[in-house]
């Protein structure tokens, strides 16, 4: 579990003294709401896939495809700058914001009109005519979404983050329903869209209600000049992050242009993101960023690489492990989430969850703190970028669908390595530091180790299981559909396996002291206050028997 040591991530006190919540604190609340918002995603992926034929769901990634990543580009790092100018410029707060809202207005305006008026743009990139027919629309849910996005980086911001996991709660519960009813409903990438549509404009409406309560009247604090400062210091990180999300899914564009609707669903699944590690990562570095930035400018960098490698190890106690299980069991993952028509993507999947490892490195939130390094991230990406674009222009025509994914790894990897260096130098970062990453190293062995012994048990015994599940729920439910039953007998291969996996990793941790007391204090009060509220449960239904019973 990703929280932070009470003592080594202390509270600290703001430049106005004011109190404000630990570390721990705001990781657990986010982190809660993330599980919640997984669980909620979760769940659309496995309807689509049942609900659409392979062609539509390709239709279907491609068009939320360019929404996610237009709604990323277009902020143009204007949200996230809401850590800095929140934290740090107190009377600039309501300004702030009302040049975000501005910006993503005119930034996702701008690409609905231009869908509305050329159309044949999405057509071109994904050489499909029902993409022409649906960029309109995608383009309006682009306009929507990016407006709306900010509502969850605000309350964060904001040193609000209950506030935040109620954003997000009602953003992902809002997202799941609406969109499920439209491919259960209708079964139509154009349901799915219009859905999309309704859950922005409800999202819109909270953000605005929202931030005139914390900033009353904030849209008339706009000034042209604080526009200017804000731009200026938004653009080395925009252009930094837009070279980031290019990097990271540019080759879907290249796939999905060489490629059939039905192929590019299978590269689409096979690129499968872990959700929960994703929203892991971010949970822990949303909070970072205002509390490195304020060290920053006391120059306490001794903090700063504390927090960071404290960080560290709490990131690759749960990515570590779980990047070893789902490597191990990657076959059935893949089959029993998306059924067996998707079994071609496994070697894809194989090779893009090595970019869960590259998590652990906690870069950005110190990257955000220092101005020349956000420049020098810039030049970087721009470098990286253009040598990615080479290599997938060349890749295309020569290598398979894993080759395209795999050019996506080696470049993030050199991105990793040269971006670590560069900050472990600015934090003077010295060898009698690494002693901070002992626990890292601890893990990734255990890890290895519990991957190991795991899967001489999964390749011996994943066809007994799945076999023994399947006739099992056969001969209980006889009429239960083959689709359920292999999802059932998938899930009860994956969990046996991951009850043989997870003690020995637990066990191997404990053994050398990777885990410290607070952590386990942690899981065992969660425990502790599970099983009392189970208890309780049954005694109140038991009281409720007796007085029934009297009665």
Same mark, same amino acid.
């Given at each position: 579990m990703v929280k932070t040591?009470?003592?080594?991530?202390?509270?600290?006190?703001?430049?106005?003294?004011?109190?404000?919540?630990?570390?721990?604190?705001?990781?657990?609340?986010?982190?809660?709401?993330?599980?919640?918002?997984f669980a909620c995603a979760s769940m659309l992926p496995l309807l689509i896939i049942r609900y659409f034929d392979r062609a539509q769901v390709g239709l279907y990634r491609q068009s939320f495809q360019v929404v996610s990543n237009a709604a990323a580009i277009l902020s143009f790092g204007f949200a996230m700058s809401a850590y800095y100018y929140l934290a740090r410029e107190r009377e600039n707060r309501p300004a702030a914001m009302a040049n975000i809202l501005l910006f993503h207005f005119f930034t996702g305006g701008t690409v609905c009109f231009l869908l509305l008026l050329f159309p044949q743009i999405l057509g071109w990139i994904f050489n499909s005519a029902e993409m022409t027919a649906l960029a309109p629309l995608v383009g309006f849910v682009v306009w929507i979404w990016i407006f709306s996005s900010i509502l969850e980086t605000v309350a964060v911001a904001n040193r609000e983050p209950k506030t935040a996991t109620a954003f997000i709660i009602f953003a992902q519960l809002g997202k799941a329903v609406l969109m499920a009813l439209g491919v259960i409903v209708f079964q139509t990438v154009e349901a799915s869209?219009?859905?999309?549509?309704?859950?922005?404009?409800?999202?819109?409406?909270?953000?605005?209600?929202y931030l005139n309560r914390r900033f009353p009247r904030f849209w008339l604090a706009f000034n042209f000049k604080f526009f200017r400062a804000h731009f200026a210091y938004a653009v080395p990180f925009g252009l930094a992050g837009i070279l980031w999300i290019l990097m990271s899914d540019i080759h879907n564009y290249f796939v999905g242009h060489k490629f059939s609707d039905a192929d590019y669903a299978i590269y689409a699944y096979g690129c499968f993101e872990v959700p929960l590690i994703a929203s892991l990562w971010e949970s822990?570095?949303?909070?970072?960023?205002?509390?490195?930035?304020?060290?920053?400018?006391?120059?306490?960098?001794?903090?700063?690489?504390?927090?960071?490698?404290?960080a560290m190890q709490k990131l690759a106690f749960v990515i570590f492990p779980v990047y070893a299980f789902l490597?191990?069991?990657?076959?059935?993952?893949?089959?029993?989430?998306?059924?067996?028509?998707?079994l071609a993507s496994v070697p894809i999947y194989r090779i893009n969850l090595t970019?869960? =490892?590259? =998590? !652990?490195?906690?870069?950005?939130?110190?990257?955000?703190?220092?101005?020349?390094?956000?420049?020098?991230?810039?030049?970087?990406? %721009?470098?990286? +970028?253009?040598?990615?674009?080479a290599a997938l222009y060349f890749g295309i025509n020569h290598f398979s669908m894993s080759?395209? !994914?795999?050019?996506? !790894?080696?470049?993030?990897?050199?991105e990793k390595?040269?971006?670590?260096?560069?900050? %472990?130098?600015?934090l003077n970062f010295s060898r009698q530091d690494l002693y901070l990453l002992k626990d890292v190293g601890k893990t990734a062995v255990a890890s290895i180790l519990a991957g190991i012994i795991a899967f001489a048990f999964y390749f011996a015994t994943k066809e007994t299981i799945f076999s023994a599940a399947q006739n099992l729920l056969h001969s209980i439910v006889p009429q239960l559909k083959n689709g359920?039953?292999? +999802?059932?007998?998938?899930?009860?291969?994956?969990?046996?396996? +991951?009850?043989?996996?997870?003690?020995?990793?637990?066990?191997?941790?404990?053994?050398?002291?990777?885990?410290?007391?607070?952590?386990?204090?942690? +899981?065992?009060?969660i425990i502790t206050n599970l099983f009392a509220k189970i208890g309780g449960f049954f005694k109140s239904n038991k009281s409720a028997e007796r007085a029934a019973l009297s009665d």
């Amino acid at each position: 579990m990703v929280k932070t040591d009470a003592n080594n991530l202390s509270e600290k006190t703001a430049p106005n003294e004011e109190k404000i919540a630990s570390l721990k604190s705001q990781s657990t609340w986010l982190l809660f709401a993330k599980i919640f918002g997984f669980a909620c995603a979760s769940m659309l992926p496995l309807l689509i896939i049942r609900y659409f034929d392979r062609a539509q769901v390709g239709l279907y990634r491609q068009s939320f495809q360019v929404v996610s990543n237009a709604a990323a580009i277009l902020s143009f790092g204007f949200a996230m700058s809401a850590y800095y100018y929140l934290a740090r410029e107190r009377e600039n707060r309501p300004a702030a914001m009302a040049n975000i809202l501005l910006f993503h207005f005119f930034t996702g305006g701008t690409v609905c009109f231009l869908l509305l008026l050329f159309p044949q743009i999405l057509g071109w990139i994904f050489n499909s005519a029902e993409m022409t027919a649906l960029a309109p629309l995608v383009g309006f849910v682009v306009w929507i979404w990016i407006f709306s996005s900010i509502l969850e980086t605000v309350a964060v911001a904001n040193r609000e983050p209950k506030t935040a996991t109620a954003f997000i709660i009602f953003a992902q519960l809002g997202k799941a329903v609406l969109m499920a009813l439209g491919v259960i409903v209708f079964q139509t990438v154009e349901a799915s869209l219009y859905a999309a549509v309704i859950q922005g404009s409800l999202q819109t409406i909270v953000l605005l209600v929202y931030l005139n309560r914390r900033f009353p009247r904030f849209w008339l604090a706009f000034n042209f000049k604080f526009f200017r400062a804000h731009f200026a210091y938004a653009v080395p990180f925009g252009l930094a992050g837009i070279l980031w999300i290019l990097m990271s899914d540019i080759h879907n564009y290249f796939v999905g242009h060489k490629f059939s609707d039905a192929d590019y669903a299978i590269y689409a699944y096979g690129c499968f993101e872990v959700p929960l590690i994703a929203s892991l990562w971010e949970s822990v570095t949303s909070v970072l960023i205002p509390r490195m930035t304020e060290l920053q400018s006391r120059n306490d960098r001794r903090e700063m690489i504390r927090l960071t490698t404290r960080a560290m190890q709490k990131l690759a106690f749960v990515i570590f492990p779980v990047y070893a299980f789902l490597f191990v069991t990657a076959e059935t993952f893949i089959t029993t989430l998306f059924t067996a028509d998707y079994l071609a993507s496994v070697p894809i999947y194989r090779i893009n969850l090595t970019l869960l =490892l590259f =998590l !652990v490195l906690v870069t950005d939130p110190i990257v955000r703190s220092y101005t020349e390094l956000g420049r020098f991230m810039l030049k970087l990406r %721009i470098f990286l +970028f253009a040598g990615m674009l080479a290599a997938l222009y060349f890749g295309i025509n020569h290598f398979s669908m894993s080759g395209m !994914v795999g050019i996506v !790894v080696v470049v993030t990897l050199v991105e990793k390595i040269i971006s670590e260096t560069i900050v %472990i130098k600015k934090l003077n970062f010295s060898r009698q530091d690494l002693y901070l990453l002992k626990d890292v190293g601890k893990t990734a062995v255990a890890s290895i180790l519990a991957g190991i012994i795991a899967f001489a048990f999964y390749f011996a015994t994943k066809e007994t299981i799945f076999s023994a599940a399947q006739n099992l729920l056969h001969s209980i439910v006889p009429q239960l559909k083959n689709g359920l039953v292999n +999802f059932a007998a998938g899930g009860t291969t994956l969990l046996v396996t +991951f009850l043989v996996f997870a003690p020995i990793y637990l066990f191997i941790m404990n053994l050398w002291n990777a885990i410290d007391e607070e952590d386990k204090n942690f +899981f065992k009060n969660i425990i502790t206050n599970l099983f009392a509220k189970i208890g309780g449960f049954f005694k109140s239904n038991k009281s409720a028997e007796r007085a029934a019973l009297s009665d």
